[in-house]
Antibody
Framework: QVQLVQSGAEVKKPGASVKVSCKTS????????LHWVRRAPGQGLEWLGI????????YYAQKFQGRVTMTRDTSASTVYMELSSLRSEDSAVYYC??????????WGQGTSVIVSS | EKVMTQSPATLSVSPGERATLSCRAS??????LAWYQQKPGQAPRLLIY???TRATGIPVRFSGSGSETEFTLTISSLQSEDFAVYSC?????????FGRGTRLEIK
């Protein structure tokens, strides 16, 4: 079945970077865009950006431009999201999610990122 | 960007009763609106897409309506497993934007 499996929880210090992976399976990797979304404690869901697995093209939310980088490894059917210059407000659960004609239909299990000194 | 506003922030309803949740867009999003349910420690679950189409496996007690700027999610008879946070999102244009969510709690 279609699955998105993310890497494990991370604890980082302010100013550091974090890289989260999202391994896809059960469908053709290049067929659907993948997005990254996060939810900070007590906050709503927040969209970070999108990657086209077919050609690697990306589009980032303005808020994160300059700090976020999304990449993909087609041989591993995996996408990555790296967020740099971390601050406490970046503490959140990060999700990858697939976009189809049914909006975001499949989600990864989430990766907790804690930023603390 | 298109701002999505959900109301109320918290809704207290008794099991078996009807719940009505609202989502308003600052500009038209046509019918490009989806609803998600999220429980603690779980990923969001797609309920409704294209404003009114139930996703696969979603019970018929969940229904969506609306277009342009005004949308509603209705849960006709609340079950215990329905108490969660509900979020709307628009995918009419990038950046994709979410509402802040409505917490549906047991009365």
């Amino acid at each position: 079945q279609v699955q998105l499996v993310q890497s494990g929880a991370e604890v980082k210090k302010p100013g550091a970077s974090v890289k989260v992976s999202c391994k896809t399976s059960g469908y053709t990797f290049s067929s659907f865009y993948l997005h990254w979304v996060r939810r900070a404690p007590g906050q709503g869901l927040e969209w970070l950006g999108i990657i086209n697995p077919s050609n690697g093209d990306t589009y980032y939310a303005q808020k994160f431009q300059g700090r976020v980088t999304m990449t993909r490894d087609t041989s591993a059917s995996t996408v990555y999201m790296e967020l740099s210059s971390l601050r406490s407000e970046d503490s959140a659960v990060y999700y990858c999610t697939r976009f189809t004609s049914q909006a975001f239909d499949i989600w990864g299990q989430g990766t907790s990122v804690i930023v603390s000194s | 960007e298109k701002v999505m506003t959900q109301s109320p922030a918290t809704l207290s309803v008794s099991p078996g009763e009807r719940a009505t949740l609202s989502c308003r867009a600052s500009q038209s999003v046509s019918h490009k609106l989806a609803w998600y349910q999220q429980k603690p420690g779980q990923a969001p679950r797609l309920l409704i897409y294209d404003a009114s189409t139930r996703a696969t496996g979603i019970p018929v007690r969940f229904s969506g309506s609306g277009s342009e700027t005004e949308f509603t999610l209705t849960i006709s008879s609340l079950q215990s497993e329905d108490f969660a946070v509900y979020s709307c999102l628009q995918y009419d244009e990038w950046p994709i934007t979410f509402g802040r969510g409505t917490r549906l709690e047991i009365k």
